[in-house]
């Protein structure tokens, strides 16, 4: 198990344009958070994926948005991007149905996005 | 809201020195507190969680309710100690972690 998986692993955009950043979780695991790590900052949370629903969102402005697929991979979509958007954009996933370690986030390797 | 301090932003010491990384909560309730680990180019992992209260490479972290305090503390830091390490706080199973800044641990010989 590679466990949680990101891509892609850099990338760089211009102001204004989209960007979207993929995830998938750890075999076996059904929800996806996703967080975004400015440089000298901990991670902070943007939303959260259950059920290919949106069920936990942090104060990130709607230009934020998610999906997540039948098959429990996740998408983060930024719209109209900002200078201050160049984090470093986590995924982390778990599981609401194990009977021990339910709720342990495991993380990936994150992506760096840097808007210029 | 839920806060998470981490005050120091770097920790150094000598090797076989104790060590003690501190964090302090805001929240009124009963959270859980973990500490994370992230070693020089690997991801972010779960080093201990309060609810455990196990040791995990020699780490030990006690909940201080009223201090709101949840310190992670070793006796004798090793060199494959130095890593940045951050406190995070969960107000409720299955809800989102909310992380302090990290401090960075460096031990040397």
């Known amino acids: 198990d590679a466990g949680v998986t990101q891509s892609p692993t850099h990338l760089i955009k211009t102001r204004g344009q989209q960007v979207t950043l993929r995830c998938s979780p750890k075999s076996g695991h059904d929800t996806v958070s996703w967080y975004q790590q400015a440089l000298g900052q901990g991670p902070q949370f943007i939303f959260q994926y259950y059920e290919e629903e949106e069920r936990q969102r942090g104060n990130f402005p709607d230009r934020f948005s998610g999906h997540q697929f039948p098959n429990y991979s996740s998408e983060l979509n930024v719209n109209a991007l900002l200078l201050g958007d160049s984090a470093l954009y986590l995924c982390?996933?778990?599981?609401?149905?194990?009977?021990?370690?339910?709720?342990?986030?495991?993380f990936g390797p994150g992506t760096r996005l840097t808007v210029t | 809201a839920q806060r998470v301090t981490q005050p120091e932003k770097l920790l150094s010491v000598f090797k076989g020195a104790p060590v003690e990384l501190k964090c302090n909560y805001s929240y009124s309730g009963s959270p859980e507190l973990f500490w994370y680990v992230q070693y020089s180019r690997q991801r972010l992992q779960l080093l201990l969680r309060h609810i455990s209260r196990e040791s995990i490479k020699g780490f030990t972290a006690d909940l201080n309710k009223g201090e709101t305090s949840f310190h992670l503390k070793k006796p004798f830091a090793q060199e494959e100690d130095s890593a940045m390490y951050y406190c995070?706080?969960?107000?409720?199973?299955?809800?989102?972690?909310?992380f302090g800044k990290g401090t960075t641990l460096s031990v040397s010989s």
């Open positions: 995070a706080l969960r107000y409720q199973a299955g809800t989102a972690l909310i």
């Open positions: 982390a996933s778990s599981s609401k149905l194990l009977t021990s370690g339910a709720y342990e986030q495991y």
